[in-house]
């Protein structure tokens, strides 16, 4: 099964800031990545979805890389702000056409 | 347009006691999810819906997890007898198709503790 390893640690950055979030994953590439934005108590989010031979997807402040020879995407905030803080979530489908989850990674954006 | 609905948002129950959770996804999604999720982790998926088929039920605990999708539209999980390890947030989303393509909407998600 599809392993999926995400920085479990919190990110501090300064407002203005670019935050990058890595979501690396173990064995065979998906055709789709998602993107997921959780904050406390509430379910997560859809933010952004990019396919296998798309290197890279753009949205507003967002943008994902996705690089298939490193098992790695990419999650960037530019021109971070307090109220992008959230936990972030990767999720890779699983070739029994359902999404596996990351356990997130927590970014806390400073003023 | 309205969201995911779950009710309850919060539950505290005695070990050994039963459970339900409800979940109406949003109208004209024909898949419904169940995930599981604890603290720190990310959604677990334990059951999925086609209409009123569940098509992925893999990861239900089925001895003392059931669920149910009648009429293809409201979803309940039930938990019976829930033990001390289910304490978790359970989550129901809804997508307009199966495919792993879809975004999935979310809903708040239903507290359990269990003492």
């Known amino acids: 099964s599809q392993k999926i390893e995400q920085n479990s640690e919190a990110l501090n950055i300064q407002e203005g800031k670019t935050a990058t979030l890595t979501c690396n994953y173990t064995n065979y590439s998906p055709a789709y990545l998602q993107w997921y934005r959780q904050d406390p108590g509430r379910g997560p989010v859809f933010l952004l979805l990019i396919r296998e031979n798309e290197k890279e997807k753009r949205k507003e402040r967002l943008k994902v890389t996705f690089d298939t020879t490193l098992k790695q995407s990419l999650f960037h905030i530019t021109a971070s702000q307090p109220a992008d803080s959230a936990t972030y979530l990767c999720a890779l489908d699983n070739a029994g056409n359902m999404l596996t989850f990351g356990g997130g990674t927590r970014l806390m954006v400073k003023p | ?115």
């Open chain 2, 1 to 115: 347009e309205a969201g995911v609905v779950q009710s309850p948002r919060y539950k505290i129950i005695e070990k050994k006691q039963p459970v339900a959770f409800w979940c109406n996804p949003i109208s004209g999604h024909n898949t419904l999810y169940w995930y599981l999720q604890n603290l720190g982790q990310g959604p677990e998926l334990l059951i999925r819906y086609e209409n009123e088929e569940a098509v992925d039920d893999s990861q239900l605990p089925k001895d003392r997890f059931s669920a149910e999708r009648l009429k293809g539209v409201d979803s309940t999980l039930k938990i019976q007898p829930a033990e001390l390890g289910d304490s978790a947030v359970y989550l129901c989303a809804s997508s307009l198709g199966g495919s792993s393509y879809n975004e999935q909407f979310f809903g708040p998600g239903t507290r359990l503790t269990v003492l």
